[in-house]
């Protein structure tokens, strides 16, 4: 066995003795739990995507539904007073797959609408109210101090997708989806990089640097030696939307000058991460 294999099995070796230990007397706390997780990243047990997902899936024990939901004043609905020919372009821009039907009242949600059941109905010109009501799926109603791990368990036991979250005098408060719960977990997989709070801009090793979409505007600039105009929005995000001139899904790309941004890390709110390259003169 060669020095290098000898060590690695050391260093195994003592990590599993150290976890073994840990849980043998019980961790005292999660961040106890996380500490052993993270030296065994360091010595190449667990890889970098691996630690994140169980670190996201350990702050989900801890979270609530009212930290993460859609808040009600940016809910996508479906009135029961609108005629169908009314919101089906609204069904179509949104790209969502589930509405909340709305009926006398925000309120009053009476059922949750799926895109793909709606399709046969469109295709064979039958939008009627009647037919409509005939196809949603029964809403579920949970409460905003839900847990995440809970509500994410009984997602996978009902095969449900939607819940409305309701205040204490039981009015709607937004939604939550699964996956709105995920992302909680596997979301932050390209935020690797490890930030410091204060830092906004990490160049990477390959050339490309890692930009939170919060970085104010005349941070960006001066670091890049970009003008982008710094009195429309306040961060990079603001203006990769504008760009966009849609909420972006991960992977894509727009370029503005001689940068190129990819979106590394964005759910269906908000842009988090941004991949930024430039191309050569």
Do not use: C
Request: no cysteine.
């Amino acid at each position: 066995m060669s020095d290098d294999q000898s060590s690695r099995s050391q260093g195994s070796k003592s990590w599993l003795e150290r976890i073994s230990q840990a849980f043998s007397s019980g961790p005292e706390s999660i961040e106890d739990v996380l500490e052993i997780l993270r030296d065994a990243e360091s010595q190449e047990i667990i890889d970098t995507d691996a630690m994140s997902i169980i670190e996201g899936a350990m702050q989900v024990i801890d979270m609530r539904v009212d930290e993460i939901m859609i808040p009600r004043y940016q809910m996508v609905t479906v009135r029961a007073s609108q005629e169908p020919r009314e919101f089906l372009n609204e069904i179509i821009s949104s790209a969502h797959s589930r509405f909340p039907v709305i009926g006398d009242s925000q309120d009053d949600v009476i059922g949750i609408l799926l895109a793909k059941d709606l399709l046969p109905l469109a295709l064979n010109n039958d939008l009627q109210w009647s037919r409509i009501r005939e196809i949603l799926r029964p809403p579920t109603f949970i409460p905003e101090s839900k847990r995440l791990n809970q509500l994410l368990k009984e997602f996978k036991e009902t095969r449900n997708h939607m819940a409305i979250v309701v205040d204490e005098y039981g009015g709607t408060a937004g939604l939550i989806t699964i996956e709105d719960v995920l992302e909680q977990i596997v979301g932050e997989i390209e935020d690797e990089h490890d930030f410091d709070e204060e830092t906004h801009i990490k160049a990477r090793g390959d050339g490309t640097f890692a930009v939170k979409a919060v970085t104010p505007v005349d941070d960006f600039n001066e670091f890049f030696g970009t003008d982008i105009d710094e009195e429309e929005f306040d961060t990079i995000g603001g203006v990769i939307l504008r760009e966009f001139g849609h909420l972006p899904r991960r992977g894509e790309s727009v370029a503005i000058g001689d940068l190129t941004f990819t979106i590394a890390n964005a759910d269906n709110r908000v842009i988090r991460l941004l991949q930024v390259t430039r191309s050569e003169r």
